[in-house]
């Protein structure tokens, strides 16, 4: 049996084991809601799921059927498929082992262009050929010279940025997972007078974990997507990458607290690792 639970601690549930299937999505779904690179996924039978607390905490995202959040923290809920009899647990809010790591990467034909996959798992186009759904794709957004954009996942919430960020790093903290329900955040920081909110910011909501000197996270209260969130004490913008819209023209350059990774997702690739903050941080 493993539980789950969002960043802020107010909805949790558990499943029971072994699990059978576990695989890594890019669709723009996924990045968008999350903010990450890709979602990972536990898939399993719905009749070993259980809400343990907090299953009126969440709310419905208005752009995706079945998708939802803690309405507190933004975390992403389990998404259960009753018609199909299938609960689908987001990895970076499960607990411990899980016995199980990624066994494939789906959508990798609309993955992030900041993201190269390492590894050497099976990587399919769109859905692996046993799924039969509806293949969803996002409208492309005109790139604008010296400029890059991004917004939520019902677009209700856009931003850009100009010029080159500070950095770009693959964040593996436990915070980073929770809040992102994912194997880890990508984020882009961005010196806050080169940052600017083009519409809906008064609709994006942030939580900061209590005992966390900085941590916060911010979200799109309609949809749930990721959303971009300002730090005036440290002068600049935390931007989830996948929020961006437009190729950002950097690349992660790290990863960062690998000490405390996910157990189930091995790093590949030659990026430098730091157990903690990197030096220049
Ligand atoms: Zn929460
Ligand atoms: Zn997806
Ligand atoms: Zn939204």
């Not at 890594?24 to 996924?30: A, I, K, Q, T």
């Not at 856009?158 to 980073?176: L, Q, V």
Request: aromatic share 10%; net charge positive; glycine share 8%.
């Amino acid at each position: 049996m493993t539980k789950g639970a969002c960043l802020c601690g107010a909805v949790h549930y558990e499943i029971d084991g072994p699990f059978q299937t576990m695989l890594n999505c890019h669709c723009s779904l996924c990045r968008k809601f999350h903010g990450s690179a890709f979602a990972t996924a536990v898939i399993a039978p719905l009749s070993g799921f259980r809400w343990l607390a907090g299953e009126q905490a969440i709310r419905a995202s208005c752009a995706s059927r079945h998708r939802s959040f803690c309405a507190t923290c933004g975390s992403a809920a389990p998404l259960l498929a009753p018609e199909r009899q299938l609960a689908l647990l987001h990895a970076g809010n499960l607990e411990g082992d899980l016995g199980i790591e990624p066994q494939l990467h789906q959508f990798v034909g609309s993955k992030a262009p900041w993201y190269t996959i390492t590894d050497s798992l099976p990587q399919f186009e769109e859905w692996p050929p046993e799924i039969q759904a509806p293949v969803v794709s996002r409208p492309a957004v005109e790139p604008r010279e010296g400029v890059t954009q991004g917004s939520c996942l019902c677009g209700d919430v856009a931003f850009e940025y100009d010029g080159t960020p500070i950095r770009m790093m693959n964040c593996h903290c436990s915070r980073c997972r929770r809040g992102r329900s994912a194997a880890h955040a990508t984020n882009v920081f961005v010196a806050l007078d080169r940052f600017r909110w083009v519409r809906g910011d008064a609709q994006v909501a942030s939580y900061k974990v209590p005992e966390a000197r900085f941590f916060t996270v911010a979200f799109c209260t309609r949809c749930g997507g990721a959303a971009p969130r300002l730090s005036p004490e440290r002068g600049f913008a935390v931007v989830p990458a996948g929020t961006l819209d437009t190729d950002p023209g950097v690349r992660p350059s790290a990863h960062i607290f690998v000490a405390s990774k996910a157990s189930w997702f091995p790093i590949t690739g030659d990026l430098p690792r730091f157990a903690e903050s990197p030096p220049q941080a």
